[in-house]
């Protein structure tokens, strides 16, 4: 951000601002996807100079894109595969990331990686992990995370306790890093707005327009309000991820890109359920478990399995969490049980269709395509390299515009929150002591909100009871539900449980314990009624039956079916094709 510039707002007001100035005049660039690599083109394109704007028919992140393993990290087991090409770019996204465009959102975590057999396993783990550690050096950037070191079974033990002494035979640790998913992309979008982006979510595109056989623009529809108005543009991106098949449907069937979906589905434990100071990462028969250290919890995860059912809402079943749960306790001393899971979260990975059956063999890369001239489309690809894409993306657009593009500039800026953010992080004592806040709290806003830590100690300063905890949910103040909607993009409840805060996923009620109170402090910044507070917390109770319903199924198809069952508190429509 330049100097003097302060962050925009996301707020009712300023989405209200956006759909209008959107429909008022034709843009560059309009992106169709509020996800990570819709976000990071935004930002792209924006900083380049062009107009654009940028939609999304649910919330921001709320696809694939908030139900990631969380993780910045180069992909340890594509090197197997000999991708060194892939990793080499994740890794050197990774530095810049941590160091450069989102040190407050982005920080190092360390993994034990336990080895099996004795010979061979520690020379072939060792050269693998000295190449990862060699590849995340960027130009110009130092790599940003401390460099492995091998361990014996003994010294592997006092790092992880937890693992079961006969079930290894020595590890290797080494480094990573990790991100609260969905709050990055809110934070990509914040950053493109304060460069003049228009940003709306609940806005989906139910049509294109077109002359003849050039796109010229997009049919949308505000769900909130249910108008539909045009948004004319020079460029359109379709930056959809696992509903890129479905848009490409609307301007005419299928094109260049086939995207076919992979769930993956992560369990939240409590951390003292697992005794360890760093997270451990295990090899499966298809692909890697990661165990996560996330707050006061630990993220375990993944699954890799194909998935033709709904994509709004893909459902975990219970034979998805005894996987993970069996592969886990594998190498536990004390065992996990289903009563110790306080969350579930099921993502699906938007991967290019391949002659491969299985979902885990398929390519990780991104492909982007011009299928009808005004038309731009980008595919594949994962959160780590995201920046790339976008910058993939806005190349084809340049290509398009009969005017000269300047390149690509996002490796140089910051995000929202970014600058100054080590100097107050150093200076959280005396934050602490002027705001009457414990230090806890104070470290625990910095890493959420960077520099924007001042807005949100203003809204206490206004208000001192927003200063306390929610009841429920003490990780969170109550002046973060009201920051949620005021400033990041929140129309909704589920919003604010699910992504803005992960109080749906970190504690054994799921949200239902504080929803009445966090609704109440919607009320205001979202100019709710009575009758609506009560209305979001149905839907948000319905939305927790279901999934927990759902996750006592033994299939796909049944935990599917239950999932649907819960009402959405804003559908989006069947879209026109033209």
Not at 124 to 149: C, E
Request: charged letters at 25%.
């Amino acid at each position: 951000m330049t100097a003097g510039r302060s962050a925009a707002r996301l707020g009712p007001a300023e989405r209200a601002e956006a759909l209008e100035r959107m429909a008022a005049q034709e843009l560059d660039v309009v992106v169709v996807g509020g996800g990570v690599v819709g976000a990071g083109i935004a930002l792209d394109a924006v900083t380049r100079g062009l107009d654009v704007a940028l939609v999304e028919a649910r919330d921001f992140a709320s696809g694939t894109s908030s139900r990631s393993s969380k993780l910045i990290h180069g992909g340890l087991r594509y090197l197997e595969q000999l991708n060194f090409e892939l990793v080499r770019e994740a890794l050197q996204e990774r530095a810049l990331l941590l160091q450069r465009i989102a040190p407050h959102l982005v920080r190092p975590v360390p993994f034990l990686f336990p080895m099996t057999h004795y010979g061979w396993e520690r020379p072939y783990v060792g050269a693998g992990v000295a190449l990862y550690d060699t590849l995340g050096f960027a130009t110009g950037v130092t790599r940003g995370v401390p460099g492995h070191r091998h361990l014996s079974r003994a010294r592997a033990l006092r790092l992880a306790p937890a693992l079961k002494k006969s079930a290894f035979t020595g590890a290797v640790q080494y480094w990573d890093a990790q991100v609260d998913d969905a709050r990055y992309v809110m934070t990509l979008l914040r950053t493109a707005a304060t460069y003049s982006a228009y940003i709306a979510p609940r806005a989906q595109v139910v049509g294109f327009l077109r002359e003849g056989e050039r796109v010229t623009g997009v049919r949308v529809r505000d769900l909130e309000s249910g108008h539909d108005f045009e948004v004319r543009a020079r460029q359109v991106v379709n930056a959809t991820g696992v509903w890129t098949d479905d848009i490409q449907e609307l301007v005419g069937g299928r094109g260049q890109i086939h995207v076919r979906a992979s769930k993956g589905i992560h369990l939240v434990v409590p951390r003292d359920r697992i005794h360890s100071l760093t997270g451990i990462i295990l090899r499966t028969e298809k692909s890697v478990l990661f165990v996560i250290p996330w707050g006061r919890h630990w993220i375990i995860g993944t699954t890799d399995t194909e998935w033709t059912l709904d994509k709004s809402h893909p459902a975990a079943s219970r034979a998805d969490i005894d996987y993970l749960l069996d592969h886990v306790n594998a190498v536990l001393s004390v065992p996990l049980t289903r009563d110790d899971v306080e969350g579930v979260y099921a993502g699906l990975r938007p991967l290019l269709s391949g002659e491969s059956d299985e979902t885990s063999k398929l390519s990780r890369e991104h492909v982007v395509a011009h299928p009808v001239p005004g038309l731009v489309m980008i595919a594949g690809g994962k959160y780590t390299t995201y920046r790339v894409m976008a910058k993939d993306a806005v190349d084809a657009v340049a290509h398009g515009l009969d005017q000269r593009v300047p390149r690509s500039c996002t490796d140089r800026v910051p995000l929202v929150g970014a600058e100054g953010y080590q100097a107050l992080w150093n200076s959280r004592y005396r934050i602490a002591q002027s705001s009457g806040l414990h230090v806890a709290r104070i470290e625990h806003l910095l890493q959420r909100y960077g520099s924007l830590i001042d807005e949100v100690l203003e809204l206490i300063e206004r208000d001192p009871s927003l200063g306390r905890p929610l009841s429920g949910a003490d990780d969170y103040l109550r002046a973060e539900i009201v920051y949620a909607a005021s400033h990041e993009g929140a129309r909704h409840l589920n919003d604010v449980l699910t992504r803005r805060t992960r109080i749906s996923i970190e504690t054994f009620h799921r949200g239902l314990a504080v929803a009445q109170e966090a609704a109440e402090l919607l009320a205001e910044p979202l100019g709710w009624d009575g009758e609506q507070v009560k209305r979001e917390v149905e839907y948000y109770t319905k939305r927790v039956e279901a999934e927990r319903r759902s996750q006592e199924q033994d299939s796909d198809q049944e935990a599917d079916a239950i999932r649907l069952g819960a009402p959405e508190i804003v559908p989006v429509v069947a879209p026109e094709h033209t």
